[in-house]
């Protein structure tokens, strides 16, 4: 996420403060229950993966087109129910401040207490090599700075920026599960505002019916950011010198995936409460179009479809050390 700032120098003028960015959730798994500590800690886990969106938190990251990613995670057994890991995962982006990517950086410890799994640690989110944009008063059109006489473009802060996270499931049986999380930030995006993401999930794995190898399972989540407002860095708006109240939203998905050895396709319907106003002053998306989605946070007027409802269709692979002999 990245967020822009510019000062039209004729008028009195207000320009959108832009986040261009939403960084993605670890999916992180529970150690693997043995029956005894291993000979040796060392274990690892690769994985790779193509999906026809990038959605991270409900809201596109690749202009809501393909994106490719994959991640590395070294992982130390401590004992059969502690699991220690650390782990990089690289996501392909179409942002505004077209960074060469999404690189999130993460690490934590994994505990599995009979049915009840937790994990807990931090990630930090990179995105190298950010352009600079700016904006075109009054329709918010992302320009060249020499295109726009009078405009001063000011320093953006790096935005890169981290969370810890907590999360829990609860493995009914073999065929039910569920669990939450929660995220926490103290600056998303350096921007000053804190957020916090909560979450809850459920997996219900369905009946063995398809030919053999091949299992199937649903899925459904839903959460909520709740997020706070920037420092006065960013307070260009009237009425909000003291910094840009960031709208807090709800996201959810439901979706089917079918499952062969480390393979998945993951089929998935996700959708958001956030307007296509408020979702053009959060992401700065490069696909606005002026369609009369003014709110007190984007004057503009200008709206975008990343943050509403889509479907998307992922392959992915998944290996462990086991995997990999």
Same mark, same amino acid.
């Given at each position: ?7 039209? =120098? ?50 596109? *990251?690749? %202009? ?5 990613? $994959? ?23 179409? &942002? ?22 937790? @994990? ?11 352009? *600079?944009?700016?904006?075109?008063? #009054?329709?918010?059109n992302v320009v060249t700075p020499a295109a726009v006489p009078g405009f001063v ?20 049986? %073999?065929?039910?599960?569920? $669990? ?23 997996? /219900? ?7 053999? $190898?091949?299992?199937?399972? &649903?899925?459904? %989540?839903?959460?909520?950011?709740? &997020?706070?407002?920037? %420092? ?5 708006? #009237? ?5 840009? #109240?960031?709208?807090? /939203? ?14 998945? &396709? ?11 106003? @408020? ?11 002026? @369609?009369?989605?003014? =709110? ?30």
């Open positions: 996420m990245k967020i822009t700032k510019t000062i039209a =120098t004729s008028i009195a003028a207000v320009t959108l403060l832009a986040t261009s960015a939403l960084a993605a959730d670890i999916v992180t798994k529970a150690p693997k229950k043995v029956e005894a500590a291993p000979a040796s800690c060392f274990d690892l886990a690769v994985g790779a993966g193509l999906q026809s969106d990038y959605n991270f938190r409900g809201i596109s *990251q690749s %202009d809501r087109g393909p994106s490719v990613y $994959g991640y590395v995670e070294p992982r130390c057994n401590l004992t059969k129910d502690i699991q220690a890991y650390v782990g990089l995962w690289g996501w392909s982006t179409k &942002l505004p401040t077209q960074p060469t990517g999404e690189f999130d950086v993460y690490g934590g410890i994994r505990i599995t207490i009979d049915k009840f799994a937790f @994990d807990f640690g931090g990630i930090y989110y990179w995105y190298p090599r950010e352009i *600079q944009q700016f904006t075109n008063f #009054p329709l918010g473009p000011l320093t953006v802060r790096d935005t890169d920026f981290w969370e810890v996270y907590g999360k829990a499931t609860y493995t009914l049986n %073999d065929q039910f599960s569920f $669990g939450g999380s929660v995220f926490y930030s103290p600056s998303v995006l350096n921007s000053g505002a804190d957020g916090t993401y909560v979450a809850g999930t459920a997996k /219900y794995v369905l009946p063995t019916v398809l030919p053999a $190898g091949i299992g199937w399972f &649903l899925s459904a %989540d839903v959460g909520h950011w709740f &997020l706070g407002t920037t %420092d006065s860095f960013y307070g260009v708006l #009237p009425g909000f010198a003291g910094g840009i #109240p960031f709208k807090s /939203y709800t996201n959810w998905d439901v979706g089917l995936a079918f499952t062969w050895k480390q393979f998945t &396709l993951d089929l998935r319907y996700f959708d958001t409460d956030l307007n296509k106003g @408020d979702c053009n002053a959060f992401t700065s998306a490069q696909n606005a179009r002026f @369609d009369g989605s003014f =709110t007190s946070i984007n004057p503009s007027g200008m709206g975008t479809n990343w943050c509403g409802a889509t479907f998307i269709a992922k392959l992915s692979v998944d290996l462990t050390k086991d995997n990999l002999k």
